[in-house]
């Protein structure tokens, strides 16, 4: 059973940053995507960044385009998303998925790290 843990989630003001990492108990190197979703109350669940399994192909929802990265590292069975200049509509609980397959179809997701940015 692949475990997705997410870190590094929290309160900070808005302008501020954070970095949310996701331990893999599996080898990333076997996902062939990895993605953030953030699921905020009274909203539908949205999908924030994702990330071939190069590390070079990212995609970026409109809304964080230029905040966000995205980034994995293989070697150490991590997923990240470094998050900057926060806004208060970047509140919610962020999970990381991954997928085995090239379509993307997100098979295993962690089970979040809250992010509240107060204005």
């Known amino acids: 059973q692949v475990q997705l843990v997410e870190s590094g989630g929290g309160s900070v003001q808005a302008g501020g940053s954070l970095r949310l990492s996701c331990a893999s108990s599996?080898?990333?190197?076997?996902?062939?995507?990895m993605a953030w979703f953030r699921q905020a109350p009274g909203k539908e669940r949205e999908e924030v960044a994702t990330v071939d399994h190069s590390g070079r192909d990212t995609t970026y929802a409109h809304s964080v385009q230029g905040r966000f990265t995205i980034s994995r590292e293989n070697n150490k069975n991590r997923l990240y998303l470094q998050m900057s200049s926060l806004k208060p509509e970047d509140t919610g609980e962020y999970h990381c998925?991954?997928?085995?397959?090239?379509?993307?179809?997100?098979?295993?997701r962690g089970q979040g790290t809250q992010v509240t940015v107060s204005s």
């Open positions: 998925a991954a997928s085995l397959y090239n379509w993307c179809e997100y098979t295993y």
């Open positions: 599996e080898p990333t190197d076997n996902f062939y995507c």
